[in-house]
């Protein structure tokens, strides 16, 4: 017997649904006309509805509706540029919003430009902006509520936090984070007091003293926070086993060097070197907290709690990568396809995770130069990861556990300006491109005008602005203080022959790299030219950038930091000034196997500078530069000829006013005997250009005659001068001349601070 069967209910619903959302497009259509080239405008708000229309006045609830209503635009042909419009308040993102070719310009053949600089950038198609006057917030945080007072004391919580801390339970769809957020800001995980390895360990053992780690029933979430036996980074490693008998740990992800003791020369600020975080017993003041994902609780002892004691606004990071503009990436070919045309306005990124290290699958080899970053990894907020014509202006990128801006593999002429970036536990700015090779995509960015500060506040060592394996970009007018290492960074430093487990070896393309640059791989000038096509941090433009307040956790970091790159970059016209621990070594150094650098034209000022005021490790010149009282005088000199040859380096026209206590006006410095360098290369400094310099002892009128007689009789320093510059006020930041300074006589440039920095600066407030 047969039956017709019955339409289903659901089934005319849901087509109802679609002539609906049909409508709604139409409406939203015929309010952006194609032929009239009206923009499409989308609204959304934390009070909307996606069942809405996404008008002004009936706007949508999420980003990622809006963005599904703009694409759905395109496929019906509209062409024209769009903008989605965020209203005020905090936008929560559950997912990772990814924008592809589809969301931006049509692809087009664009002339690269010769100088340095983003030059002509393209109308945008797509822009995401907060609504004029407002300001629109982009969290990945989850509200953290259910919290009771722990009135008990557990095991190993101290003393003087019983009866303040709170405890709830972890949201069920959230397995772990490493940040935590109230209303103003990141939280501090809790950490122990700092201890020193009892003996040398590998790089995934460690001694410690007696008492100092324990087998935790939730060890998987402990992490040793540790300066690695050397200098100039930490690394934040997760444990896989405590033997508290033999006082003996291992570490689940390889540190970047041995977990051993530092070397004596090594600043720290107590003499410790290593910590542990997130465990119970260092629970002891307000504004920490632990997670335990082995119970599902978090402990939190609020830093600003409601009118009854208890936490409130606080919320837990679900990400690490709040928006990615990816292209079409052809990762071990030649050509990638790049999204053309996004801009970001007047936002405000935030309440992001730190991404961790985890294994050493994705850590081990991966380390863009001395693990101080990952390669092609989601650590930061907005990622442009194959991107061109994209621009991100007036945004904010504060409170956060990693880095606020990523521009990785392909990214030309994109342009980030007037942006802030403040309290990030990494770093600023990342311009990534690949790894040495023939493949050159990442260049012609602009950095422009940026305030970032109080940054590296979790991984000490993450910069304010890299470039790395990234050039002919320009970064100028920022204003980067307050970091626990370096402000600027332009680098390389991986050889075609790295080993694939050395740091930075697997980003290598080795494919695309000649089988004889590999062999005899040495840091000479001749060999540097060989392998210079591979290292595309060259052409770079640092200018007018105003620097302070560097290197104050880690030691041996500078402001203005360039070493193994390619040719001509150009360090200009910057304020470096107020670096003021004693383990800022140098304000501008160019460190090893770096070459054809110019340094010109900056005002180093009231520096700390143990080492030198400006190192150079190779041929690079250094012309009209003011060093003007340092707090100390440099161990080595003002300016600095280290390890390797120098031999036609110009060092002219520079102004050094000097330290009481006198120290070498410039000075020449051989490797030492456990570091040999290659034979007859040493720094010589009768091997440079040396000439027109004006130096002077505030008290001491013969400082620098021996000095000078000794250039003289090698042929040098004929023409250079003792002597006041007379600056007309350098105790208020004007170093311009009075008239008859002996700087005019020697053909002196004049350099004026107030270009320097931030254009139009507001009052800066400072930040706890």
Avoid at 55 to 84: C, H, M, W
Avoid at 369 to 377: A, E, I, N, P, S
Avoid at 598 to 626: C, P, R, V
Avoid at 694 to 705: A, K, M, R, S
């Amino acid at each position: 017997m047969y039956i017709k069967k019955k339409k289903s209910v659901s089934g005319r619903i849901c087509w109802h649904k679609a002539i609906g959302y049909i409508v709604m497009l139409l409406l939203l259509l015929s309010s952006c006309n194609v032929k009239d080239n009206v923009k499409i405008e989308v609204y959304v708000a934390i009070d909307g509805s996606d069942a809405n229309k996404g008008s002004l006045e009936n706007p949508f609830n999420t980003v990622y509706k809006a963005l599904d209503t703009v694409r759905e635009l395109r496929q019906l042909g509209n062409e024209t540029p769009a903008v989605i419009y965020l209203r005020a308040g905090r936008h929560q993102l559950h997912k990772t919003i990814v924008l592809g070719i589809e969301d931006g310009l049509a692809q087009t053949e664009q002339e690269i430009p010769d100088e340095a600089g983003a030059g002509q950038i393209r109308t945008p198609l797509l822009t995401f902006a907060s609504y004029p006057g407002e300001e629109a917030i982009l969290s990945s945080g989850v509200t953290i509520s259910g919290w009771e007072l722990l009135e008990e004391r557990v095991e190993d919580l101290p003393e003087n936090a019983v009866g303040k801390v709170w405890v709830t339970d972890m949201p069920n769809d959230l397995k772990k984070f490493n940040t935590l957020y109230d209303q103003k800001g990141r939280l501090k995980r809790a950490i122990s007091k700092g201890f020193v390895p009892v003996k040398n360990g590998d790089k995934r053992t460690l001694y410690f003293p007696e008492g100092v780690l324990k087998n935790w029933e939730n060890l998987s979430d402990v992490e040793l926070k540790i300066r690695p036996n050397r200098a100039w980074m930490i690394n934040m490693l997760p444990l896989e086993w405590v033997d508290d008998t033999n006082n003996v740990a291992k570490t689940s992800v390889t540190a970047t060097y041995d977990l051993g003791k530092l070397p004596g020369w090594v600043h720290t600020e107590d003499g410790t070197q290593a910590w542990v975080e997130n465990i119970l017993g260092a629970l002891d003041e307000p504004g920490e907290w632990v997670v335990n994902t082995v119970t599902g609780k978090l402990y939190l002892w609020p830093l600003n709690p409601a009118s009854d004691g208890s936490p409130q606004g606080i919320l837990a990071p679900t990400m690490s990568e709040l928006v990615r503009v990816e292209g079409k990436i052809d990762y071990d070919g030649s050509a990638d396809k790049a999204v053309q045309g996004i801009k970001f306005a007047n936002l405000t990124f935030t309440h992001a995770d730190r991404f961790a290290w985890t294994n050493d699958k994705n850590r081990v080899g991966w380390g863009v130069q001395h693990d101080w970053d990952l390669f092609d990894r989601p650590t930061a907020m907005l990622r442009l990861r194959g991107a061109e014509n994209c621009q991100i202006i007036d945004c904010n990128f504060i409170n956060s556990g990693g880095s606020a801006i990523r521009l990785d593999l392909h990214a030309q002429r994109n342009r980030i300006e007037n942006c802030e970036m403040a309290n990030l536990g990494e770093a600023g700015i990342l311009l990534i491109g690949y790894g040495p090779g023939t493949k050159d995509v990442n260049h012609h960015n602009e950095v422009i005008n940026n305030h970032i500060h109080h940054f590296s506040e979790i991984t000490w060592h993450s910069p304010g602005i890299w470039a790395w394996q990234s050039g002919y970009n320009r970064i100028a007018n920022n204003e980067v203080h307050h970091a626990g290492y370096s402000g600027i960074l332009v680098t390389t430093r991986v050889t075609p022959n790295r080993d694939l487990n050395g740091e930075g070896g697997k980003t290598v393309r080795h494919h695309e790299i000649n089988p004889e640059d590999k062999e005899g791989v040495i840091r000479t000038y001749e060999n540097w030219l060989v392998r210079e096509k591979y290292n595309h941090s060259r052409h770079n433009l640092v200018e007018y950038n105003d620097i302070s307040h560097t290197v104050q956790l880690l030691s041996d970091g500078n402001a203005i930091y360039v070493s193994g790159t390619g040719k001509g970059n150009i360090l200009r016209y910057n304020y470096i000034h107020d670096n003021l621990k004693h383990s800022f070594p140098s304000a501008i150094r160019c460190d090893d196997d770096q070459h054809e650098t110019l340094i010109h034209g900056n005002i180093l000022y009231n520096n700390y500078g143990f080492s030198a005021g400006i190192a150079s490790k190779g041929i690079n010149d250094i012309t009209n530069n003011f060093i003007v009282a340092p707090i100390t005088a440099p161990k080595w000199g003002y300016i600095s000829l280290e390890w390797y040859q120098v031999t036609g380096s110009k060092i002219k026209k520079n102004i050094i006013v000097s330290h009481s206590n006198g120290g070498n006006p410039q000075a020449q410095r051989p490797r030492g005997p456990n570091r040999p360098g290659p034979i007859g290369f040493h720094p010589e400094l009768i091997s440079t250009d040396n000439d027109s310099n004006l130096y002077f002892h505030p008290t001491d009128p013969n400082w620098v005659t021996t000095y000078l007689e000794n250039m003289r009789a090698a042929g040098l320093e004929k023409g250079s001068l003792f002597g006041n510059p007379l600056f007309k006020d350098y105790n208020n930041e004007d170093f311009r001349f009075k008239k008859g300074s002996p700087a005019f006589k020697l053909g002196i440039e004049e350099l004026d601070v107030s270009k320097m920095g931030r254009l139009n600066k507001g009052q800066y407030v400072e930040t706890n």
